[in-house]
């Protein structure tokens, strides 16, 4: 495959059949038309043995056409685990879109008409085609350093972008790193919408108590969970070990390697790096009908198989990328693979980690907090009141669909003047941006100001803004105060001034119509203390004020 590819046959455009190829070698890329985001040059770098990958190509081929696809369409999806023994055997490429979209039912048009929705309510009518930084869930925001190796196109990575946003917005994560390397395999397959489902349903059934044994789990959602999987993959490990395992353990003590940084590797990175791409496929719809057991399986499998190369490696610093290079060219028997996982005599106890204690550390696991900062801000002007470090504290209480807009200045008392009319003015072209934030510095030196997910517009009788709306203070000291849910006093614009907050002792903040003078006390709706820093009500004199629209 690969030598024909290379050699008496021109690559076509991405993701396209190769030019001038033979019928048999040109059916194996059908799959590609059925809607996923494959990028066939980056598929085929991951093909080490030609020889294998033909054997096992014409087998699945042979195999499915014996049992009818027909079944796969007919079968109750409640039930659709029992697919398991033909999904085990393989499934050709050309059919594994559909096996997918039968597992977890998903209806296609559905599927469009909910990830719209989706889409709309995180990013905003006109999502942006470009992202800078992308929640990974891992403690890292970017992509490329939580999935080195990418089977995907351009347009699939950009596709991959906007679903990990909206799962980010619409779950509490707070660690999975498996997350984005599963989402990159569904886009190889699958469209837009349906990977985004499927997704859904992974997140959602791995959410559920698992008392069903029908039912599959698949992902883990903090750093602990994490750990307490590997713990029980390396008890069980330390347990069924015979001959080659236990070599492998020997010598993991001889030169002091610590086995669980090994097992991290394995399963926090779905062996994307230590298998070639037919067999890492052939796990992955195991994974996605059987559940987190295939990583145990796979992960005895793997280490049984490599350990000729774990013995050659005699410094334990280099051991895993050691095994990352020799892994692809070593491990190519994928029916032997999948065979060997599955024979193993592993009971229910050996692949749950339901009844071990919570740990709040593991050795080479180290405890994580959640990522708050999920996108860098982009300013089209430097500040004078705060910098790039006061703004992305700030946005760590902004949400998320305006965190990925830019900052736009639109009023700035130096350049504009001290003029409430203006400020009016100059907000009304901004009305359907998605927020604004805005600061002011007093002649004492205190800065503070406020975020609403509205820009001032005059209403005189009523409140506008949201529940996300906060106040803040810079200097003397960073504070932001969130919504307390007593009363909903956001903001209030009148010809004569504005305000925000309010309850309690006044507004939190309240400037006058000359501009010049303020006030700033204790209210009721953000719990703030005087923004003014002096620890009573304060009637402050304003020397500087800037408003920044959050724009796309």
């Known amino acids: 495959y690969q030598r024909r590819v290379h050699g008496d046959y021109k690559m076509g455009p991405t993701g396209s059949v190769p030019a001038g190829a033979p019928p048999d070698i040109a059916k194996s890329f059908d799959w590609v038309k059925k809607g996923g985001f494959a990028d066939i040059v980056k598929i085929q770098s991951r093909v080490f043995s030609i020889p294998a990958f033909e054997k096992e190509m014409i087998e699945e081929y042979s195999y499915w056409k014996k049992t009818e696809f027909e079944l796969i369409k007919s079968i109750d999806p409640e039930v659709a685990v029992k697919l398991k023994p033909l999904i085990r055997k393989g499934i050709p490429n050309e059919f594994k879109r559909d096996t997918i979209v039968k597992l977890f039912n998903i209806n296609t048009s559905e599927a469009i008409y909910s990830y719209d929705a989706a889409k709309k309510v995180v990013l905003g009518e006109a999502p942006p085609t470009e992202f800078e930084i992308v929640p990974t869930f891992s403690g890292k925001t970017n992509l490329e350093d939580v999935l080195p190796i990418s089977f995907i196109t351009k347009e699939g990575i950009e596709a991959e972008k906007r679903i990990l946003w909206i799962i980010n917005q619409q779950n509490q994560i707070e660690y999975s790193p498996l997350i984005p390397i599963v989402l990159s395999f569904l886009l190889v397959f699958l469209n837009e919408p349906e990977a985004y489902m499927v997704m859904k349903a992974m997140i959602d059934r791995s959410k559920k108590e698992n008392t069903n044994r029908e039912i599959r789990w698949h992902l ?158 982009k300013m089209d002007i430097s500040s004078s009141l705060f910098s790039d470090s006061d703004m992305e504290y700030l946005f760590q209480s902004v949400p998320l669909e305006c965190q990925i807009a830019s900052l736009k200045l639109i009023y700035c008392s130096s350049k504009d003047g001290y003029s409430l009319t203006t400020m009016y003015n100059n907000c009304k072209k901004y009305e359907e941006c998605k927020g604004m934030i805005f600061c002011l510095k007093t002649a004492a030196g205190s800065i503070f100001g406020g975020f609403s997910n509205k820009i001032f517009q005059i209403t005189d009788v009523y409140y506008i803004g949201g529940e996300c709306s906060f106040v803040f203070t810079l200097l003397p000291k960073r504070e932001v105060f969130s919504f307390k849910k007593t009363n909903t006093y956001f903001i209030l614009c009148k010809a004569s001034y504005f305000s925000m907050g309010g309850g309690g002792e006044g507004e939190a903040i309240r400037i006058n119509e000359n501009f010049e003078t303020g006030t700033s006390s204790k209210s009721e709706t953000y719990g703030n203390l005087p923004l003014t820093g002096e620890g009573k009500d304060t009637l402050f004199h304003v020397s500087e004020f800037e408003i920044y629209a959050l724009v796309q």
């Not at 994974?287 to 013995?311: A, D, P």
């Not at 029916?335 to 005599?345: D, T, V």
């Open 220 to 377: 883990t959602f903090k750093k602990y969970e994490l750990g307490k999987l590997i713990n029980a993959y390396l008890e069980s490990y330390y347990k069924l070990s015979r001959n080659k395992g236990r070599k492998n353990l020997d010598h993991f003590q001889k030169i002091s390697f610590e086995p669980r940084v090994l097992v991290e590797s394995l399963f926090s990175t779905f062996f994307l790096e230590y298998v070639q791409f037919h067999l890492l496929m052939k796990i992955f719809m195991v994974y996605l009908c059987e559940g987190t057991k295939t990583l145990f399986r796979m992960g005895y499998s793997i280490m049984k198989n490599l350990h000729e190369v774990i013995l050659e490696v005699s410094d334990s610093k280099i051991l895993v990328d050691a095994l990352k290079k020799k892994g692809p060219t070593v491990i190519n028997d994928s029916k032997y693979i999948l065979n060997w996982g599955f024979k193993m005599a592993l009971t229910r106890y050996n692949n749950t980690y339901a009844e071990q204690k919570q740990q709040e550390d593991f050795k080479g696991l180290k405890m994580e907090a959640k990522v708050v900062k999920m996108h860098k801000h």
